[in-house]
């Protein structure tokens, strides 16, 4: 009984803050959409660690993501007067960073890498991320090299919809909710988009993975 308190307690404090942390972007946002620039900065470091994490793992080049972040900010700036608030506002400044790192990728065509090192292993969804995330911790030098190597080649056979979901929900730990919204598709389709892409990656690894 006393851990189940515990647990509703840490709940309630968790709910709470991410409540205040709202109505504190509603509020730098309402400031911002009157004209006040210096709320905007505000909002700017607030979120570019977070968002320059997201780009540099689609894009593994941060001479890139520093350039897609200055691009993002500079669109939310140039359309915050349309944001309505139906959502929050992270998310919404999520969807356009997603958005112009695809638009990035596609139009340079650059090769998506993703790390071993930030694979939870603990938690991990896919049991194929988890082996690999497994095999990183004991494998060495070439080895590991390989591996990394064959799960990069893997990512680029799936499409960049279905390697955006994974990275959100693998790296980035958001939930189908949030992936929904970001992505502008529904929940349904964020769990199908999933599926399909452990059951490629499990496809394309299974040799590497069992041995």
Request: aromatic share 8%; with cysteine; proline share 0%.
């Amino acid at each position: 009984m006393a851990f189940s308190r515990t647990v509703q307690v840490d709940a309630g404090v968790n709910e709470a803050a991410e409540t205040r942390e709202a109505d504190r972007d509603a509020e730098l946002v309402a400031r911002v959409q009157n004209g006040d620039v210096r709320a905007y900065d505000e909002l700017v470091v607030k979120y570019r660690e977070r968002l320059f994490a997201i780009v540099y793992n689609m894009t593994s080049n941060r001479e890139d993501a520093a350039d897609i972040i200055q691009d993002v900010f500079i669109k939310a700036f140039s359309s915050i007067t349309r944001f309505k608030g139906n959502s929050a506002f992270f998310t919404w400044l999520y969807r356009i960073a997603v958005n112009t790192t695809l638009s990035h990728l596609k139009k340079n065509r650059l090769r998506r890498f993703f790390s071993l090192e930030t694979i939870q292993e603990e938690g991990a969804s896919a049991e194929v991320l988890e082996t690999l995330a497994a095999k990183h911790k004991t494998e060495k030098g070439a080895l590991l090299g390989e591996l990394q190597e064959k799960l990069n080649d893997a990512l680029q056979k799936l499409s960049p919809k279905h390697r955006t979901v994974v990275i959100l929900f693998e790296i980035e730990g958001l939930s189908h909710q949030e992936i929904s919204a970001i992505m502008g598709c529904s929940v349904g389709t964020v769990r199908s988009r999933l599926h399909y892409a452990k059951q490629q990656l499990q496809a394309y690894l299974k040799d590497f993975v069992d041995s």
